[in-house]
């Protein structure tokens, strides 16, 4: 299974940018997505998530109401929508996929199957 994030790149805060995680090598429906982020000297984070069938999303709070994450199970590609981007958002930002994922842990990038190589985003100020 790959994962091939894409779509990064350097932004002003305030712009809006969509990054994509292509999966090839099985299909991600049923399959909990995720969306994660690492910063400079910082540990990694939950971003946003989507639930087996797609209809389920959560999100981080720092996140929340600005990030979107969607999939489009034909493409097996799964995206994230951010608006109104701050410099603290500034990040590498890894795609997730967690096959057999509970619940309960879908917080937790640990209990993640396949990650993406990530793509950077920067927001400058």
């Known amino acids: 299974v790959q994962l091939q994030a894409s779509g990064g790149g350097l932004v002003q805060a305030g712009d809006s940018l969509s990054i994509s995680c292509a999966v090839s090598?099985?299909?991600?429906?049923?399959?909990?997505m995720g969306w994660f982020r690492q910063a400079p000297g910082k540990e990694r984070e939950f971003v946003a998530g989507?639930?087996?069938?797609?209809?389920?999303?959560y999100y981080g709070d720092s996140v929340k109401g600005r990030f979107t994450i969607s999939r489009d199970n034909a493409k097996n590609t799964v995206y994230l929508q951010m608006d109104s981007l701050k410099p603290e958002d500034t990040a590498i930002y890894f795609c997730?996929?967690?096959?057999?994922?509970?619940?309960?842990?879908?917080?937790?990038?640990?209990?993640?199957?396949?990650w993406g190589q990530g793509t950077l985003v920067t927001v400058s100020s």
């Open positions: 090598g099985r299909t991600i429906r049923n399959t909990a």
């Open positions: 989507s639930w087996r069938d797609g209809h389920l999303t």
């Open positions: 997730a996929a967690g096959y057999g994922l509970i619940y309960s842990s879908r917080f937790d990038s640990d209990r993640y199957n396949y």
